[in-house]
Each structure stands twice: as structure tokens, then as C-alpha cells.
């Protein structure tokens, strides 16, 4: 698929991303009751977020951090300040390791996996 196609992805992916971290729902109640759900759901998220950037924009690394980073940070602090629920350090943690466990996956499945040979 074309560059364009996960840049449209990427951006309709950050908004829908956006409208479900600030809806008025509590994430202590999504799920099965498993203890810190929403930490993993932060985590999964930014990991796809982080995919379609790179897809999409192809920015450096540390933009890449940078800019996620500071995405989860506000989308924290809109929380605090704009919600009824509470913005959580824990939670923009749990993004940021998400960007950096897609990087980190990125970079092992380059070393690993198997190399093309070149056809002579």
C-alpha cells in the first residue's frame, strides 16, 4: 500500500485515538476487570500509533518518541484538566513504552530476520 494510504490511516487512527481517551468513560471499568487493562491498552495503542507514523511520515526515531510522547503527555493532561477523568503519569509511561517496543521490535526483526540472498 502506497505512503498516502498510512499517512490517511495514521491521522484517522490519531483521531479516533484522541476521541477515546478523552470520551467520559472510566478506564478502570473496560474489560474483564484485569488489573491496570487500560496500561495495555495505552501500551497497544502508541505500539500502532508508532507503526503508522513510521508507515506514513517515516520520521527519525527520536520525532518519532518526541512527538508521540508529547501526544500522550497532552492527551494526560486534557484528562486532568478537561474530563472527569484523571490524567495518569502511569498512563503516558505505558505510551511511551509503547513507541519504544514498536521501535525496539522494529530494529530485531531487521537483525533477525532472514536475509535475500542476490540471484546470480
Same mark, same amino acid.
Not at 511520515?57 to 510522547?69: C, D, G, K, Q
Not at 498512563?91 to 532472514?114: E, M, Q, S, T
Given at each position: 500500500?502506497?505512503?498516502? &494510504?498510512?499517512?490517511?490511516?495514521?491521522?484517522?487512527?490519531?483521531?479516533?485515538?484522541?476521541?477515546? &481517551?478523552?470520551? @467520559?468513560?472510566?478506564?478502570?471499568?473496560?474489560?474483564?476487570?484485569?488489573?491496570?487493562? $487500560?496500561?495495555?491498552?495505552?501500551? !497497544?495503542? &502508541? %505500539?500502532?500509533? %508508532?507503526?503508522?507514523?513510521?508507515?506514513?511520515?517515516?520520521?527519525?526515531?527520536?520525532?518519532?518518541?518526541?512527538?508521540?510522547?508529547?501526544? !500522550? !503527555?497532552?492527551? @494526560?493532561?486534557?484528562?486532568?484538566?478537561?474530563?472527569?477523568?484523571? !490524567? $495518569?503519569?502511569? $498512563?503516558?509511561? %505505558? $505510551?511511551?513504552?509503547?513507541?519504544?517496543? &514498536?521501535?525496539?521490535?522494529?530494529?530485531?526483526?531487521?537483525?533477525?530476520?532472514?536475509?535475500?540472498?542476490?540471484?546470480?
Amino acid at each position: 500500500m502506497s505512503q498516502r &494510504f498510512y499517512r490517511w490511516l495514521c491521522l484517522l487512527f490519531f483521531a479516533i485515538a484522541t476521541f477515546s &481517551f478523552l470520551a @467520559e468513560i472510566s478506564g478502570h471499568r473496560i474489560g474483564l476487570n484485569i488489573s491496570h487493562l $487500560d496500561k495495555l491498552a495505552h501500551f !497497544g495503542i &502508541f %505500539a500502532v500509533l %508508532a507503526w503508522l507514523t513510521w508507515k506514513g511520515f517515516r520520521p527519525p526515531f527520536y520525532w518519532a518518541v518526541a512527538i508521540l510522547s508529547l501526544y !500522550g !503527555g497532552l492527551i @494526560e493532561l486534557a484528562q486532568h484538566y478537561f474530563t472527569r477523568r484523571q !490524567g $495518569d503519569v502511569w $498512563d503516558w509511561l %505505558a $505510551d511511551i513504552a509503547g513507541v519504544l517496543a &514498536f521501535y525496539l521490535a522494529r530494529k530485531l526483526w531487521h537483525l533477525w530476520r532472514p536475509r535475500r540472498s542476490a540471484k546470480t
